[in-house]
């Protein structure tokens, strides 16, 4: 059963802090979204890649976030430095066919 | 753009009943894409269901239908026969099919809390 895995699954920092969050796509899927998730905004899109080549970043505030995608079995989302109103849900998502499969998310608070 | 609106913050149903679930969309876009997805509190995004701005027939997964009504441009969830498991939160989401480098990525609306009673 193929799954989108994402690291760390929680993650409390402080305000002033680089974050790394981590997505393993599903093998062959070659389109990643990063999105995000707060109370206040809903779901948004931060970022897509398709074939590893950035698509679309125009959701992220530039100053301090960055997306890479290494290679094809990893996806990154970087927070540098981090504020506290960057706490939020961030999932990432990879396309099949017709589908997009959710990872399970990253949960963090920036203190 | 693209924009999803789900106009029920919360609904209520009684185990075993069906429940409808609103959901209206606008798009310039003549090929597109309507999701549903579940999220129950332990925060995971569950895809439920797929329908093509093409597809001529309602998509069916099981308990989940999905009335598509193009004209009006409605993608409303049929849950039938609701289960207490059912209590989530569900989103309704869409994306354009057309290419481009608005392909794929999924706008989706505020949601609608479901508590299924027993």
């Known amino acids: 059963d193929a799954r989108v895995t994402q690291t760390p699954r929680h993650k409390v920092t402080e305000m002033g802090q680089e974050v790394t969050m981590r997505c393993q796509p599903i093998?062959?899927?070659?389109?990643v979204f990063w999105y995000r998730q707060t109370m206040m905004q809903g779901l948004e899109l931060l970022a897509y890649?398709?074939?590893?080549?950035?698509?679309?970043d125009s959701g992220m505030p530039k100053d301090r976030f960055s997306a890479e995608m290494p290679d094809a079995t990893l996806a990154t989302l970087k927070i540098q430095p981090s504020e506290p109103r960057d706490s939020a849900v961030y999932f990432c998502?990879?396309?099949?066919?017709?589908?997009?499969?959710f990872g399970p998310g990253t949960r963090l608070t920036v203190l | 753009a693209q924009k999803i609106t789900q106009t029920q913050p919360g609904m209520f149903v009684q185990e075993k009943e069906a429940v409808t679930l609103d959901c209206t969309y606008d798009?310039?876009?003549?090929?597109?894409?309507l999701f549903w997805y579940k999220q129950p509190s332990s925060g995971e995004m569950i895809f439920l269901i797929y329908?093509?701005?093409?597809?001529?027939q309602n998509a069916t997964e099981g308990r989940y239908s999905l009335n598509f009504q193009k004209a009006r441009k409605s993608a409303n969830l049929v849950i039938s026969a609701s289960q207490l498991g059912d209590s989530a939160m569900y989103f309704c989401?869409?994306?354009?099919?057309?290419?481009?480098?608005?392909?794929?990525?999924?706008?989706f609306g505020q949601g609608t809390i479901l508590t299924v009673h027993p």
């Open positions: 998502a990879t396309r099949g066919t017709d589908t997009q499969y």
């Open positions: 093998l062959g899927h070659n389109t």
């Open positions: 890649f398709r074939n590893r080549a950035p698509l679309d």
């Open positions: 798009t310039s876009d003549q090929s597109y894409g």
């Open positions: 329908q093509g701005s093409y597809d001529e």
């Open positions: 989401a869409i994306h354009s099919n057309a290419g481009g480098t608005s392909y794929g990525k999924l706008t």
